[in-house]
């Protein structure tokens, strides 16, 4: 007896159509490794005096990097860290040894609750106390509602897990003013800093201005291969570089990942606000396809899209695209809490700009929908 071929999986077939895609609809193409370092070879011929190793984080490329991110973020210090897991964790860690607290108010959807194999806990002893639950940002009453010593307080600008929810800019300073009345610092998880300013009305420096120390990461609207940095006052940035020793993340050399940080201030960083209004304009058209939005009106590039389909179906449909269009129209589809409903993420980046938003709406459609 022939025995049979086994029907290759979902996974199995994406991953088999994955390098036939010519098209994307969402954020930006992939790269190979070899494009992507020799990019950054180029990039690194144009740093003048800057071109050379940096030496467990000092000197080089990621000297240049937080001098130019001090300005930015209108902060006196900035240190580079690997990972932002580990920068954040440091933060805190300094916040609260100088509060004399490990109490943390923190929103329920925050990534250190539910992406950290809660390592802020095991490590360091927080005592995270929420702010919120469910989809929304925090304010002023929610603050309130926490009484006793804190710590520290962290507030995620964009709300990822919430759809990327932000506050209002005079919301925002509310809360920055609460956390001063209160005496106890406030800290931004800004891993998407960067794509909150159009929303905000503010620059960077001004929103960084309303906390005492801000978070910002660079692999992900800025396209460097990983890390992160923190801002802040330099008696505790310097005690979070040393947390960044014990943790392991102080390297012989971390020039790689600051060149890649220095390309995306320069290439990505410019063109948020385009991307925010293309975002925008596409959340205008969706919905009269039968494709819902979440936050209706986008405050960031990204948001999430949902469709009345079970997510298998969806997904199927995704493959398919793939496989017969050499089309990457979306991430992967999840069921949502609304039974007969899927969701995914939409992120718009610079493969979104070769559609106009009508083209890529009535392309989304066309996949998911009809």
Known sequence: MTEQTPTPTLAERAR??????????LFRPPVTPEQELRDLADVVAGLGDGARWDRYGTGGPVALLESRLAELLGKPAVAFFPSGVMAQQSMLRVWCDRQDSRRVAIPALSHLLHHEEDGPRLLHGFDFRMLTEGARVPGVDDLDAIPGQLGAVLLELPLRDAGYLLPSWEDLEAFSAACRERGVPLHLDGARLWESTPHLGRSLAEVAGLADSVYVSFYKGLGGLAGAALAGPEDEIEQARTWRTRHGGTLFSLMPYAVAALRGLDQHLPRMAEFHERAQEMAKLLPERGIRVLPEEPHTNAFRIFVEAPADSLNERLVTAMEQ??????????????????????????????WTAAEAAAELARIFVD
Not at 16 to 25: D, E, S
Not at 325 to 345: Q, R, Y
């Open 16 to 25: 088999a159509a994955q390098p036939g895609i010519t098209r994307w609809l």
């Open 325 to 354: 269009d050499h089309l990457m129209a979306s991430a992967t589809w999840d069921a949502s809490e609304v039974p007969g409903w899927s969701w995914t993420e939409f992120t718009v980046g610079p493969a979104t700009m070769e």
